[in-house]
């Protein structure tokens, strides 16, 4: 008997294995993150462009798992809607936020425009981060928020953050006047604004919450009420976001 026929190395498998799959659109087992999936060759590769086009190409070498699954390191819950839309043009009505994260990593660029006409995607991608985008340093103030909360929550239930919101140039030097006269440490007052958009204040509390929220943080907010004499009603600029721990 001939042994080496029989025993062939794993290395070349996984070579000839890939040789036949660039040329025979066979019947394809994948490992995305855990979960399986079973499909061909031919909807994987049904937009050329995008990385699962790609990855599967002669000039790509997929990794497999130990059973010779070809392995996609990535969250395996939702490919179930990236499969389904390429065997028949379907666009997921559910999971569409985690749908369109996975669209994106895996350009697949028709899909990614559906879903970004969706009602979701399109307040968040379209009005929501366009107006955020007009808030100077909105990004970095929200994780200044974070990291004053936490340096304060050492042996307590809650910690307090000031905001400064300021909408327009005027009300710029109202607020840096303001700070002079509030008791407290101007450095732990985080500073939104100015911006040139429709939204108003509230609209950007919200944001503010709802992305601290989204980083796993519970949070309220309310007007920061200054003591008597203070010059300007404080509540006009100031608000305290309050953090919750346990």
């Not at 062939?8 to 996984?14: A, I, N, S, Y």
């Not at 979960?35 to 060759?41: A, D, S």
């Not at 943080?217 to 976001?241: C, L, M, N, V, W």
Request: hydrophobic share 35%; with cysteine; glycine share 4%.
């Amino acid at each position: 008997m001939n042994l080496s026929s029989e025993h062939k190395p794993l290395g070349k498998q996984v070579t000839s294995s890939l040789h036949t799959v660039s040329k025979v659109s066979p019947i394809v087992e994948l490992n995305v993150g855990g979960e399986m999936y079973t499909t061909t060759l031919s909807t994987l590769k049904k937009h050329p462009g995008s990385k699962l086009a790609e990855m599967f190409t002669g000039n790509h070498k997929p990794r497999t798992d130990s059973e010779g699954r070809f392995f996609i390191d990535r969250p395996g819950t939702h490919f179930k809607y990236i499969l389904e839309y390429l065997r028949s043009n379907q666009v997921p009505t559910q999971c569409i936020q985690e749908v369109y994260k996975e669209a994106l990593f895996y350009n697949i660029d028709p899909l990614i425009k559906q879903l970004e006409d969706s009602p979701q995607i399109f307040g968040e991608v379209v009005a929501r981060k366009q107006f955020l985008a007009r808030v100077p340093n909105y990004s970095e103030n929200i994780e200044l928020m974070i990291h004053i909360a936490r340096a304060e929550a050492v042996a307590s239930r809650r910690s307090s953050v000031i905001v400064c919101v300021v909408r327009s140039e005027e009300d710029v030097a109202r607020c840096q006047d303001a700070l002079s006269s509030l008791d407290m440490d101007k450095k732990s007052v985080v500073k939104f604004g100015p911006w040139k958009a429709a939204p108003g204040i509230s609209d950007l509390l919200d944001c503010i919450q709802m992305d601290l929220e989204a980083k796993g943080y519970k949070t309220s907010f309310q007007p920061h009420i200054a003591e008597k004499g203070f010059r300007f009603k404080s509540h006009d600029y100031f608000y305290k976001f309050l953090f919750t721990w346990w």
